[in-house]
């Protein structure tokens, strides 16, 4: 019975659930990294994203008052104060880095250079000793307590207005749309009058055309770029913007044109034998007829590409990258945030986020016209 029509073959359940499974697995990561660019570099440290609705354990590294606020009480020398402003829920703390479980609250810890120290779970401190504190800054004190859950705009502060990383982000952000807007539109509007004559003109060697047009698609990309670094640098294109447009027209147009090739040949044959009864040039049915209905193609296919050139760095770095830093792209600036702020993870969060919230905004913008784009010629 699975055949007849109108009846739900059991196979579509295992479909559904792939689909619910692809769906998960794509947002689990995405998801986590939203959520990591609104938490501390303390909460990122301490725990996973999924624990950012609940209070966390940390170890935390602060420090008493220095022997400036030390006041005499009788015989003894005290400084009392708070580690912190608000309330710590203490369960653990040293005063050093390789015992920092060494004592638990309201016990007693001998110091270095004299006299006691006392932390209580709340966070408060007494120090005590027979002689004057001396020093210039406060005991470091080390404790594990349970902190409550935090998001924070300071993430997104810190990259788009911190003068360290606000005008690399940014000047990355502008010139990685100066790659990926030619960088799509160029290998479309070639792909497309491409396309056109291998599927409506007839002309010697279109089959044979047509055959070296799917090779390429499986022609790695690495193969060919040294060579071609060698041949813009012999022409004197070198690395700049129109080397890494020509690049990515390049690597595009071989999926551009075997894509939109398929769906113009799926058109109706009669409105282009009608057009052309009717006295329309090939110029004319490609801009007037074709063009509009392949519209799902193309958009399918601006999809692919500005998500690839957005999301590149191989070919930016061989192509496009110098010395001054002038021409970085977004992924190449989260990895210079990576070499030189290794430790601070929701900085890197954070621009990892905004580089992918571009290629998510086309996407969602545009996907309807992506099944469409991929699905057509399928069923005749």
Do not use: C
Not at 193 to 204: E, K, Q, R, S, V
Not at 213 to 222: E, R
């Amino acid at each position: 019975m699975d055949n007849i029509a109108g009846t739900k073959s059991t196979l579509s359940w295992v479909v559904n659930i792939s689909v619910v499974v692809l769906v998960v697995l794509w947002l689990f990561p995405t998801v986590g990294l939203l959520i990591s660019s609104f938490r501390t570099a303390d909460q990122i440290a301490a725990s996973g994203w999924w624990k950012a609705p609940f209070a966390t354990e940390q170890n935390l590294k602060l420090r008493a008052a220095g022997p400036e606020v030390q006041v005499q009480q009788g015989d003894l020398y005290v400084i009392e104060g708070r580690l912190a402003e608000e309330d710590l829920d203490i369960s653990v703390w040293g005063i050093s880095s390789r015992a920092i479980d060494a004592y638990q609250p309201g016990e007693v810890a001998e110091l270095k250079k004299g006299g006691t120290i006392t932390v209580n779970a709340d966070g408060s401190y007494r120090a005590e000793n027979t002689e004057e504190f001396t020093g210039k800054r406060g005991q470091r004190i080390f404790v594990t307590a349970l902190t409550p859950a935090e998001l924070t705009l300071e993430n997104y502060q810190n990259m788009l207005l911190s003068e360290e990383t606000s005008d690399g982000m940014v000047k990355a952000f502008f010139n990685t749309l100066t790659v990926t807007i030619p960088a799509t539109v160029i290998p479309i509007l070639i792909a497309a009058f491409a396309a056109y004559a291998l599927a409506w003109m007839d002309f010697p060697g279109r089959a044979i055309l047509i055959a070296v047009i799917v090779g390429l698609l499986v022609v790695p990309l690495q193969l060919a770029l040294i060579p071609l670094l060698k041949l813009h640098l012999g022409i004197g294109i070198g690395k700049g913007y129109l080397g890494v447009w020509l690049a990515h027209t390049g690597f595009g147009l071989p999926l551009a044109i075997y894509l939109l090739r398929n769906y113009m040949a799926g058109l109706p044959r009669d409105i282009i034998e009608n057009a052309r009864v009717d006295g329309a040039s090939d110029f004319q049915i490609f801009t007037r007829i074709i063009l509009p209905l392949s519209f799902p193609a193309l958009a399918s296919f601006a999809i692919f590409q500005f998500l690839w050139t957005w999301n590149d760095l191989l070919v930016a770095k061989v192509f496009l990258i110098d010395s001054s830093g002038q021409t970085t792209v977004m992924t190449n600036q989260i990895v210079e945030l990576l070499g030189t702020r290794g430790g601070n993870w929701e900085i890197l969060a954070t621009a990892a986020f905004v580089s992918i919230s571009v290629p998510l905004l086309v996407f969602f913008t545009m996907q309807k016209y992506l099944v469409r784009g991929l699905l057509a010629g399928s069923v005749k």
